[in-house]
């Protein structure tokens, strides 16, 4: 019974570790893909909560000042969740640069979607649509 119990014990182990959560997503700055969008930081800024949450993201905290968004999504029937920092900052006057970082809630989970390039083309698509 006792090797059973330990087996038992290190799996569970095994599978809670390399779990991430909002702040390492946010800490992994540079490390995402980007964009720089031809539009002011304003109209970007605007169009990234709307890009998440229409993607099925939550958005849990934002800070303008230092430009970013952190956003996720619970586990679902194919993941434990994922967390997604969108780092917004102006390239110029009239351009704007975003950077994703998606990670996996369990880095174990290895189908858990990476919301990378879906959140930059949503962006696009938002700051397109709102130019017309």
């Known amino acids: 019974m006792k090797p059973l119990f330990l087996a ?9 570790t390399g779990c991430a959560t909002l ?5 992994a ?4 893909s980007s964009q720089t969008f031809a539009a002011t930081f304003d109209a970007v800024w605007k ?3 709307e890009a998440l949450s229409s993607l099925g993201l939550s958005v849990a905290t934002e800070s303008k000042g230092d430009g970013y968004v952190l956003a996720e999504r619970g586990a679902t ?17 009239t ?3 975003v950077e ?3 990670k996996r809630a369990l880095a174990t989970n290895i189908i858990a979607p990476n919301w990378e ?3 930059l083309q949503r962006v696009a698509r938002l700051l397109a649509k709102n130019k017309q």
Request: glycine share 8%; net charge neutral.
């Open 47 to 49: 169009a990234v909560p």
């Open 95 to 97: 351009e704007t640069k």
């Open 8 to 16: 038992l014990l290190i799996l569970c182990m095994g599978l809670l």
């Open 23 to 27: 702040a390492d997503t946010r800490d």
């Open 77 to 93: 029937l194919f993941s434990w969740g994922e967390k997604v920092a969108v780092f917004v900052a102006k390239a110029n006057v």
């Open 117 to 119: 390039s879906e959140v």
């Open 29 to 32: 700055r540079g490390q995402g």
């Open 100 to 102: 994703v970082v998606s």
